[in-house]
Nanobody, 125 residues
Framework: QVQLVESGGGLVQAGGSLRLSCLVSGRTFTSYYGLGWFRQAPGMERDFVAAISWRRGYTRYADSVKGRFTISRDSAKNTVYLQMNSLKPEDTGVYYC?????????????????WGQGTQVTVSS
């Protein structure tokens, strides 16, 4: 089992920044995992935002966030981050951290076996 706990959400004005954190724990977690961030707006599907391979730090981003968001990980703290800059109202939603044992950086939600509880991000115009 792998546990994921997100933090760092909040209310921010358009153009502002937030940094989300996801603390990873669990006996089955290994360096071959991939960690991803997804978001879900009210009444919408859960969409891929970014992913990172734990071992080598390879990254992948959704087109909508390229150049604005940065995913990173700190192995010593077992934490993955999502730095979000130049936020837009359309970035509003619940942000979820997810873990893929295969480390594939695939944007499909079916590839991720473990999910956090989510953290709310609201961007006002």
């Amino acid at each position: 089992q792998v546990q994921l706990v997100e933090s760092g959400g909040g209310l921010v004005q358009a153009g502002g920044s937030l940094r989300l954190s996801c603390l990873v724990s669990g006996r089955t977690f290994t360096s071959y995992y991939g960690l991803g961030w997804f978001r879900q707006a009210p009444g919408m599907e859960r969409d891929f935002v970014a992913a990172i391979s734990w071992r080598r730090g390879y990254t992948r981003y959704a087109d909508s966030v390229k150049g604005r968001f940065t995913i990173s990980r700190d192995s010593a703290k077992n934490t993955v981050y999502l730095q979000m800059n130049s936020l837009k109202p359309e970035d509003t939603g619940v942000y979820y951290c997810a873990a893929d044992p295969g480390g594939r950086l695939n944007p499909g939600i079916d590839n991720y076996d473990y999910w956090g509880q989510g953290t709310q991000v609201t961007v006002s115009s």
